[in-house]
């Protein structure tokens, strides 16, 4: 059995702060925490979360752009730990990232064609007429008309930037690309466009995607499984169809009751399941993290367990995992849908039973 493209194995991320005049060891910024995913060439795995869950430097710590603190990540089965100085320039080839703000990662300095151009010339050396028609080429695959290279980043709109972004990206003809919420910043019509855009691009080449988004429409869109991340842990994995359908987790759910419905009942009945999920309270802090499970404090049918130790991974119904004390203390749901169970935590006398 071949080894996947991207192996993510349990692998945490902290920040740590510079020592003070009275504080020789700051206390470290948990970002990551015990993550742990696969991804095969050809398919899309989408992380979702709230802002701050740790999902953008989970993206960093592939692209090599932050350190690891423990665990491993590889790439085609070899460590990136392990790439030489000198091979860097190889890895950039091999996997590449898209963020969301494409106005600061372009030179306001620098026309298309020099932004795209560049790149071709440092990794394949190509210059002249060939250089200029391969910008061409790729202005079009990103669906941009062969003008645009001559113009700068002030003459273009947002959607424009993401596509020349995303164009200099799929220059190098990466193997896997790491997406950091590209889409937020977009649209409708033109979110639409670039979903479909990345699609075609993944069918052609069996390119593997790491599609980060908040935009959860997008993900069961493009993504073949998904990871919920909430504060550094991966809480539940599995197909997107299966999650937003009958979630195994409570932050699942609450994520799924965020989705935007253009009826205003529907709208009204989400508003109220997110209200009932999670109770009104600060998240925790990231430098100060509860011993438990990092939902505990806001979740309505948290338990005393659920206070004091980190759930293990548990088989969901739908064939991947979940990390919630609820299947295996309390009610036992046993892996199975938590849609029911909430329903019925949301009477006060449910969740003092529970409790």
Avoid: W
């Avoid at 062969?146 to 002030?154: G, L, N, Q, S």
């Amino acid at each position: 059995m071949s080894a996947p493209l991207l192996d993510v194995d349990h692998i945490a991320v902290h920040y740590h702060g510079r020592p003070r005049l009275f504080d020789r060891s700051p206390t470290a910024t948990r970002a990551v925490n015990d993550v742990s995913f696969r991804i095969d060439a050809g398919r899309t795995y989408g992380l979702i979360g709230e802002s701050g869950s740790g999902k953008s430097t989970l993206a960093r710590a592939v692209l090599r752009l932050v350190p690891v603190e423990r665990g491993t990540i590889r790439v085609d089965g070899r460590d990136i730990s392990q790439v030489r100085p000198d091979e860097h320039l190889d890895y950039c080839r091999q996997v590449q990232g898209v963020f969301q703000e494409p106005f600061s990662s372009l030179s306001a300095f620098r026309s298309v064609e020099e932004t795209i151009g560049d790149v071709l010339t440092r990794h394949f050396d190509v210059k002249g007429r060939e250089r200029l028609n391969r910008v061409s080429n790729l202005l079009k695959l990103v669906g941009l008309s062969a003008e645009f290279a001559h113009r700068y980043v002030d003459e273009l709109s947002g959607g424009q930037c993401q596509r020349v972004s995303l164009a200099r990206a799929l220059s190098v003809d990466p193997e896997l690309v790491i997406f950091d919420e590209v889409t937020s910043a977009l649209d409708m019509s033109v979110r639409s466009q670039i979903i479909n855009l990345l699609r075609g691009y993944q069918d052609r080449t069996g390119a593997g995607y790491l599609f980060i988004s908040h935009d959860l429409e997008a993900v069961r869109h493009i993504a073949h499984e998904v990871g919920v991340m909430c504060f550094g842990y991966l809480v539940e994995t599995g197909t997107p169809q299966a999650i937003y359908a009958a979630p195994a987790h409570p932050y699942s759910e609450m994520l799924g009751a965020s989705i935007p419905q253009p009826n205003p009942l529907m709208q009204r009945s989400r508003r109220n399941i997110r209200r009932q999920i999670v109770v009104n309270l600060p998240p925790p802090s990231p430098t100060s993290p509860l011993a438990g499970c990092p939902l505990a404090a806001r979740c309505a049918a948290a338990m005393d367990i659920c206070r004091r130790e980190m759930p293990e991974p548990t088989t969901a119904h739908h064939g991947g995992t979940t990390r919630c004390h609820l299947h295996t203390s309390g009610p036992c749901l046993g892996g199975e849908s938590i849609v029911p169970f909430m329903r019925e935590a949301r009477r006060p006398d449910i969740i003092r039973q529970v409790r």
